[in-house]
């Protein structure tokens, strides 16, 4: 079984996959270091340019279970997609506190209000589940993780989440 655990960045996909302990974990940032498919650097938006296609392929050849961990992860075929959400509100507070520029905290928060990575997953994966982590602490997400591994579905069928009220209150 291929599980992928997505989100945008700074939902916390690394802190809670940390507590997973059933599972072998991969993250896929290490992955796209080690097979040196970071293919340039976009200075504008500050982020590695990657070859999705090329780190399909080669998660393609990849042996065994595991669990994905990472931004990019539902794009690599995975069975399941456990798409961590957060905030938008709380997703500003924990980018600005890692030092990330106004800028490029409110290109993710506002991927984050508009399901950009919810709506990617559920193109192209079977099951895609969502986990609200606004006011879950990573060992809390990590639990919610192992109980997906173990078989839960119901309890996280995406379309529970909706940020459509906070976000119009930015108007
Ligand atoms: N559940 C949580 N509650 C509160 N803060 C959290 C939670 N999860 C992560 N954080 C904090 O938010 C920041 C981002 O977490 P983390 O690096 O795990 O996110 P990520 O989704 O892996 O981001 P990236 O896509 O950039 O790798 C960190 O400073 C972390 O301490
Ligand atoms: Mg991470």
Same mark, same amino acid.
Request: charged fraction near 30%; glycine fraction near 8%.
């Given at each position: 079984?291929?599980?992928?655990?997505?989100?945008?960045?700074? /939902?916390?996909?690394?802190? =809670?996959?940390?507590?997973?302990?059933?599972?072998? #974990?991969?993250? #896929?940032?290490?992955?796209? !270091?080690?097979?040196?498919?970071?293919?340039?650097?976009?200075?504008?938006?500050?982020?590695?340019?990657?070859?999705?296609?090329?780190?399909?392929?080669?998660?393609?050849?990849?042996?065994?279970?595991?669990?994905?961990?990472?931004?990019?992860?539902?794009?690599?075929? @995975?069975? #399941?997609?456990?798409?961590?959400?957060?905030? @938008? =509100?709380?997703?500003?507070?924990?980018?600005?506190?890692?030092? $990330?520029?106004?800028?490029?905290?409110?290109?993710?928060?506002?991927?984050?209000? #508009?399901? /950009? &990575?919810?709506?990617?997953?559920?193109?192209?994966? @079977?099951?895609?589940?969502?986990?609200?982590?606004?006011?879950?602490? @990573?060992?809390?997400? !990590? =639990?919610?993780?192992?109980? &997906? &591994?173990?078989?839960?579905?119901?309890?996280?069928? =995406?379309?529970?989440?909706?940020?459509?009220?906070? /976000?119009?209150? $930015?108007?």
């Amino acid at each position: 079984m291929r599980i992928a655990v997505t989100g945008t960045p700074g /939902v916390g996909k690394t802190s =809670a996959c940390a507590f997973v302990k059933s599972m072998r #974990v991969v993250h #896929v940032s290490e992955l796209i !270091g080690e097979l040196g498919l970071a293919t340039g650097y976009d200075s504008k938006r500050k982020t590695k340019v990657v070859d999705t296609v090329r780190l399909a392929k080669e998660v393609d050849k990849l042996h065994g279970d595991m669990l994905m961990e990472g931004h990019l992860s539902h794009l690599l075929h @995975p069975e #399941v997609a456990v798409v961590l959400r957060c905030s @938008p =509100a709380v997703l500003e507070k924990r980018l600005l506190a890692k030092g $990330w520029s106004e800028k490029k905290v409110r290109e993710n928060v506002e991927a984050e209000a #508009v399901d /950009v &990575i919810l709506i990617e997953a559920m193109e192209s994966v @079977p099951t895609v589940l969502e986990i609200d982590t606004t006011d879950k602490k @990573p060992a809390k997400v !990590g =639990a919610a993780i192992e109980e &997906i &591994i173990s078989g839960e579905r119901k309890k996280y069928r =995406a379309g529970s989440v909706d940020w459509s009220q906070e /976000v119009l209150g $930015w108007f």
